[in-house]
């Protein structure tokens, strides 16, 4: 499995590095107030790329945080639970205490 999955990492970075190769052309990228930024087309593409990214993971990040809170309660709560059934198991494994006697 390993070898499949290294054989396909390098197939794709292979196509990646062609792709890059083919595309060092310079473009213009027009913004609003007539603000301009040049560079090659493949460097402009893998900013906005990992800018996309970036925002996907930030986005995210308010859900798993609220997972992760959700989660750690209710494995206190399970463990809460273990202890009680452990302490009701306990309780039915031990005799029954005697009452205590009086003498008259």
Known sequence: M????????????ILFFGFALK??????????????MRGPLVLLLLGFFCGGAALGILAMLPTLLRHRRELAR???QIAGLE??????????????QPDSVTNK
């Open 2 to 13: 390993k070898i499949v999955l290294r054989i396909a990492a390098i197939i794709l970075f």
């Open 23 to 36: 595309n060092t052309q310079v473009v213009a990228l027009r913004y609003f107030f007539d603000y301009e």
């Open 74 to 76: 209710q494995q206190k």
């Open 83 to 96: 202890r009680d059934r452990a302490a009701q198991m306990q309780a039915r494994v031990q005799p029954p």
